[in-house]
Nanobody, 118 residues
Framework: QVQLVESGGGLVQPGGSLRLACAAS????????MAWYRQAPGKRRDLVAS???????NYADTVKGRFTISGDSIKNTVYLQMNSLKPEDTAVYYC????????????WGQGTQVTVSS
C-alpha cells in the first residue's frame, strides 16, 4: 500500500557522486524497512543498503564506506548518497519498502539508471 518513485540517476564519471531519492506515497518511517537494490545487465538484483524502522543501517560490502542511506521523515523520502563511484556501480537502482511482520509484501519502485563511465 505504498508507491515508490526513484529519481536522481544519471551519468557520472568514475570518482563522482550521485544522490538517489525514493519518494514514498505515504508515511514509511517507523513502519517500513527501506532498501536500495541494484541490478546490472546479466546479473541478479542485489541489496545495496537498507534501513530498518529503528534506524539501523546495513550495507553491501561492495559499497560500504562509499554509500550512505538516509531518510527525511517530513518528505517521506529515502536517499542513497553515492560517493567515489566506480564503473562496476553501473546498474538500475531500485527502491523497496517492506512493512514489519510475517509474510508482508515488498513494494518496488520503477528503478533509476546509474551509469558510471568516463
Amino acid at each position: 500500500q505504498v508507491q515508490l518513485v526513484e529519481s536522481g540517476g544519471g551519468l557520472v564519471q568514475p570518482g563522482g557522486s550521485l544522490r538517489l531519492a525514493c519518494a514514498a506515497s505515504r508515511s514509511i518511517f517507523g513502519v517500513y524497512t527501506m532498501a536500495w537494490y541494484r541490478q546490472a545487465p546479466g546479473k541478479r538484483r542485489d541489496l545495496v543498503a537498507s534501513i530498518t524502522p529503528g534506524g539501523n543501517t546495513n550495507y553491501a560490502d561492495t559499497v560500504k564506506g562509499r554509500f550512505t542511506i538516509s531518510g527525511d521523515s517530513i518528505k517521506n523520502t529515502v536517499y542513497l548518497q553515492m560517493n567515489s563511484l566506480k564503473p562496476e556501480d553501473t546498474a538500475v537502482y531500485y527502491c523497496s519498502a517492506r512493512p514489519s511482520g510475517i509474510n508482508t509484501r515488498t513494494y518496488w519502485g520503477q528503478g533509476t539508471q546509474v551509469t558510471v563511465s568516463s
